[in-house]
């Protein structure tokens, strides 16, 4: 019996001397895969991080775009009609009050407004030539708005808003040619977007504006951002 037990010792102790080590092998293997997923992990943050900062970039520079071209817009306007009369409103829209441009219940472009107009039409010119700034380009969209004194002001809006969209192709020609006029753009909002509540002769002389939206091209500059995410 004592021989049987010697032999199932040595058994056991030979069992263990090929368990261990191999247990010892596997728990090495393992800490090596969670070194290696720990390594990807730290290099894909560093990509992913770079790519964050790629796409910051180019949104800052979207951003940038859109109020570079309203300053211009605002600069030229201010230059020729004095700061007081201009106004910037929500998403960098330029407005002028419509009394400079328009006399009371006209679609006609006054004198004054001609004088407005023609070089804003130059300047316009220059922002669509310039690549940098026209690639995310989709519309110049020029708004017509009008004050609560019951009247047509549906009509009176859009034919104001159309009025200087056809000027401006008169002020400056290239404005009239197909690679410059698709990026402008007429609408009318009647009374319904007014920047002054009340019905005092101030808010109404502020409701009454031709403003100036720029709307930039979401396929243009998204396309940019997935190039980035797709890299």
């Given at each position: 019996?004592?021989?049987?037990?010697?032999?199932?010792?040595?058994?056991?102790?030979?069992?263990?001397?090929?368990?261990?080590?191999?247990?010892?092998?596997?728990?090495?293997?393992?800490?090596?895969?969670?070194?290696?997923?720990?390594?990807?992990?730290?290099?894909?943050?560093?990509?992913?991080?770079?790519?964050?900062?790629?796409?910051?970039?180019?949104?800052?520079?979207?951003?940038?775009?859109k109020?570079?071209i309203?300053?211009?817009?605002?600069?030229?306007?201010?230059?020729?009609?004095?700061?007081?009369?201009?106004?910037?409103?929500?998403?960098?829209?330029?407005?002028?009050?419509?009394?400079?441009?328009?006399?009371?219940?006209?679609?006609?472009?006054?004198?004054?407004?001609?004088?407005?107009l023609?070089?804003?039409?130059?300047?316009?010119?220059a922002?669509?030539?310039?690549?940098?700034?026209?690639q995310?380009?989709?519309?110049?969209?020029i708004?017509?708005?009008?004050?609560?004194?019951?009247?047509?002001?549906?009509?009176?809006?859009?034919?104001?808003?159309?009025?200087?969209?056809?000027?401006?192709?008169?002020?400056?020609?290239?404005?009239?040619?197909?690679?410059?006029?698709?990026?402008?753009?007429?609408?009318?909002?009647?009374?319904?977007?007014?920047?002054?509540?009340?019905?005092s002769?101030?808010?109404?002389?502020?409701?009454?504006?031709?403003?100036?939206?720029?709307?930039?091209?979401?396929?243009?500059?998204q396309?940019?951002?997935?190039?980035?995410?797709?890299?």
């Amino acid at each position: 019996m004592k021989a049987r037990k010697s032999y199932f010792n040595q058994d056991d102790q030979e069992t263990k001397e090929i368990f261990w080590p191999s247990f010892t092998d596997m728990m090495a293997m393992m800490v090596l895969v969670m070194v290696f997923i720990a390594i990807l992990a730290y290099v894909q943050s560093i990509y992913n991080a770079y790519d964050q900062a790629q796409i910051k970039r180019e949104l800052g520079q979207v951003a940038e775009v859109k109020k570079h071209i309203s300053d211009l817009i605002q600069k030229q306007l201010e230059e020729n009609v004095g700061k007081d009369k201009i106004i910037r409103g929500p998403n960098n829209t330029i407005s002028v009050e419509g009394n400079i441009l328009f006399d009371t219940g006209s679609a006609d472009i006054s004198e004054k407004g001609k004088q407005v107009l023609d070089p804003l039409a130059g300047a316009l010119a220059a922002i669509i030539e310039e690549k940098d700034m026209s690639q995310y380009l989709y519309i110049i969209l020029i708004e017509g708005h009008t004050d609560s004194v019951p009247y047509d002001n549906w009509s009176l809006s859009t034919q104001r808003a159309v009025a200087v969209v056809d000027y401006l192709g008169k002020a400056n020609p290239k404005l009239a040619k197909k690679e410059y006029a698709q990026y402008l753009a007429a609408t009318g909002y009647s009374e319904y977007k007014p920047i002054a509540e009340g019905s005092s002769a101030d808010a109404l002389q502020k409701n009454r504006r031709i403003s100036f939206q720029i709307i930039l091209d979401d396929d243009k500059w998204q396309s940019k951002l997935k190039e980035i995410v797709e890299q």
